[in-house]
Every structure is written in structure tokens, then in C-alpha cells.
């Protein structure tokens, strides 16, 4: 059965409320994690990012293989599924 569901917008949320903080970012392809220091409708900047190859165990304080970046990395917004604050 379908059901009404009110959506409602919370200032600061998502992407923007973690500005300042080490995220993970899951494309469809690769992991990125780093430093959030910039989002805009098109692209995140992540600064001392890396691209995880392996993750082991969720529950590990560190990736299995997480090779670092050689600069701040850009990743565009489109290519993300799902993100959040990992390890």
C-alpha cells in the first residue's frame, strides 16, 4: 500500500554537514576517502584523499589497501552512491 511521506530539508546535511571530516565516498567503480573540504553541485574536493582498493573488514580501524592520491582529488557528485564518515 502506498502511504503519504513528508520530506522535509534539514540545513547542513548530507555532503555539506560533513565538511571538515575524513569521508568515504562509494562509486560505481572505486572507493575514495579523504578530507571533505569543498562541495558544489557538481564535485566534492577531497584533500590527502586516497582510492581504496581493498577494504577488509568494515569493522578495522584502516583500509586492507588504500593507495594515497598524489594532490587534492576532485569526484563528481553524479558518480556517487552512497558516502559517509568509515574507519
Known amino acids: 500500500m502506498k502511504q503519504l511521506v513528508k520530506v522535509e530539508e534539514v540545513e547542513a546535511e548530507g555532503l555539506i554537514g560533513l565538511m ?26 577531497l584533500d590527502q584523499p586516497k582510492i581504496v582498493y581493498e577494504t577488509g573488514e568494515f569493522t578495522t580501524k584502516t583500509w586492507k589497501d588504500a593507495q594515497a592520491l598524489p594532490n587534492s582529488w576532485y569526484v563528481q557528485t553524479a558518480a556517487i552512491e552512497s558516502f559517509g564518515i568509515c574507519k
Do not use: A, E, M, P
Open 20 to 45: 571538515g571530516q575524513v569521508v568515504t565516498l562509494f562509486c560505481g567503480v572505486y572507493i575514495y576517502t579523504g578530507k571533505l573540504v569543498g562541495v558544489n553541485d557538481s564535485f566534492v574536493k
